[in-house]
């Protein structure tokens, strides 16, 4: 008894957690599952109340003596719900009823009263007179209010009508997606350009990151030379420095250098990171020294040893700087709103078209979030494809050598 109640205890917890776990992954995922589909939707299902998850088209259906299909909505006929299509919409009908008892109210079409030249005073102001048919008997009636309504007719039997409000009436609809949207937010906003711009960018400043940290990273972790320490001190400080105090002097440099609204004004300055540079140091360091030093025996530089030894062995830190500059070279957004003129649409990157879309689609929100959709998926998958790095760096940095 003892062993089974401890077993499950023990499925108990483990379901307990796995749940509270899945309802927060949940939760953190649901806004991007909504953004998803939204982008699949019509424009009309966007501002749906109260909000659907999954996209949905209007039903329309062909009907006899109608050139267009006819969009169908559900009808009340006799307390029944059934699918009618729309013929015809803003049908004026007006309320009447006699000036000496309002409560009697009838419906009529605006076409079927006729306006007379007779007014009347109701509660101290003048109301115009209109002669209403009631029972074959034409009685003279004030108008209480006026709507529109919507001709409805039987699919099958056109000659059955029903007339109800249209703008309350519940259309019939079908689950159906719309990935045509992605193709209007491509042409709406030139988002190929700024997405062959954006992949440029963020592939450029990875491998050049890469590339001057590994460099810098066996320099000041292998190479013995004076004030190394003090420098690489001084180098680590900078990430101390916040990026608005760096924008005023970094600005003036590229109109120094003539880099203003160029892509180069986004790749050369941010390949050096301090960060990526103490990241590849503290990986280095790790490394048997031995190892190298067999190396140099038997005849290896040091360039060698770093591109045939070290960074074949450095494959999770690599993969871990590479998702995080990745990351941040994609989503960049105060600098390249800075240093490209908004007009420059040719030299835009993805977080400035979606800017500009952001008010030229203000009016679809599902192109706007299918531009956010095509800017979010790619480094999502990059983090998906790096993570199993990511986790192996981090398990691998608490094992010393």
């Known amino acids: ?157 056109p000659e059955i009508k029903a007339y109800q409000n249209v703008r309350k009436s519940e259309p019939v609809e079908s689950v159906g997606a719309h990935p045509e949207n992605y193709t209007r937010v491509i042409e709406l906003n030139n988002m190929n350009r700024a997405l062959t711009n954006t992949a440029l960018v963020t592939i450029l400043v990875v491998v050049g990151q890469l590339a001057t940290s590994v460099l810098g990273g066996y320099a000041f972790a292998r190479l013995k030379f004076p004030g190394r320490d003090t420098v690489f001190v001084f180098y680590l400080g900078t990430i101390m420095i916040p990026f608005v105090m760096l924008i005023v002097p970094l600005y003036q440099l590229m109109v120094l250098i003539g880099w203003t609204d160029h892509l180069a004004a986004l790749i050369i300055p941010w390949i050096f990171s301090a960060y990526g540079t103490f990241l590849m140091r503290q990986h280095f360091i790790t490394f048997p020294k031995e190892i190298e030093e067999a190396a140099l025996l038997d005849g290896a530089s040091r360039m060698q040893i770093l591109t045939n030894i070290l960074i074949p062995a450095s494959v999770p830190a690599l993969a871990t700087q590479a998702t995080f500059t990745f990351l941040y070279a994609w989503n960049s957004f105060i600098w390249p709103l800075v240093i490209i003129n908004v007009g420059n649409e040719k030299n835009h990157v993805l977080t400035l078209a979606l800017n500009v879309l952001r008010g030229r689609a203000s009016d679809t929100p599902n192109l706007i979030l299918a531009g956010a959709a095509i800017a979010i998926i790619p480094p999502l998958i990059v983090f998906i494809l790096g993570q199993r790095f990511f986790v192996e760096s981090v398990a691998s940095s608490g094992v010393k050598g």
Do not use: C
Not at 34 to 39: A, D, E, K, N, Q
């Open 1 to 157: 008894m003892k062993i089974q109640s401890y077993r499950f205890l023990q499925f108990l917890n483990k379901f307990v957690i796995y749940f509270v776990l899945s309802f927060f992954a949940l939760v953190m995922i649901f806004p991007f599952l909504y953004m998803l589909s939204t982008s699949f939707k019509l424009p009309a299902d966007t501002f749906r109340y109260p909000p659907r998850m999954l996209p949905r088209d209007p039903a329309s259906i062909t009907v006899a003596g109608y050139e267009e299909p006819l969009p169908l909505y559900y009808v009340d006929v006799n307390g029944a719900q059934k699918e009618y299509a729309l013929a015809k919409s803003n049908i004026k009908v007006g309320v009447y009823a006699p000036a000496d008892n309002l409560t009697a109210t009838v419906d009529r079409f605006v076409d079927e009263v006729t306006a007379t030249d007779k007014t009347i005073s109701v509660s101290g102001k003048d109301e115009k007179l209109f002669d209403v048919t009631v029972n074959g008997k034409v009685v003279s009636m004030i108008q209480i209010s006026q709507t529109t309504v919507g001709e409805f007719i039987d699919p099958q039997n």
